[in-house]
């Protein structure tokens, strides 16, 4: 059993190196783990690579969520807009060259203000 767990131990940790020379581009001259001193050090550099990911990532997010914001908030001033602008009585080619809104869309939007 002991043999068993031994072999398969081996097994996971040359995984994980193999893993860890590719992301971090160890040489590959280097085969062995002589230590856990050399386990320690390359597991903090996959440590490091991973952290670095993760915030490579949670930055990309929040990037993401301010455009989504942003684009959201245009398209709503648009609409307000393009409702003030339907109360003044205002024809839908001029409403659609002011605030970049479809025809479609200004006639919904007609639509939905009659029902209010």
């Known amino acids: 059993m002991s043999s068993v767990i031994k ?10 190196f193999e893993r860890m020379r590719k992301t971090q581009k160890i040489d590959k ?11 320690m050090e390359v597991t903090g550099m996959w440590e490091t690579a991973v952290k670095r ?4 990532i949670l930055e990309k997010g929040i990037e993401r969520g301010i455009e989504k914001g942003i ?3 245009i398209e709503k001033n648009k609409i307000e807009n393009a409702l003030k602008l339907i109360e003044k009585s205002m024809d839908n080619s001029f409403i659609h060259e002011i605030t970049g809104l479809s025809l479609k869309e200004i006639r919904a939007l007609r639509k939905e203000k009659k029902k209010v």
Do not use: F, P, W
Not at 53 to 56: D, G, I, M, R, V
């Open 29 to 39: 001259k280097v085969t062995v783990i002589n230590s856990v001193e050399d386990l």
């Open 71 to 73: 684009e959201k908030g």
């Open 7 to 16: 072999d398969e131990g081996a097994r996971i940790v040359d995984a994980i």
């Open 53 to 56: 990911h993760e915030k490579q």
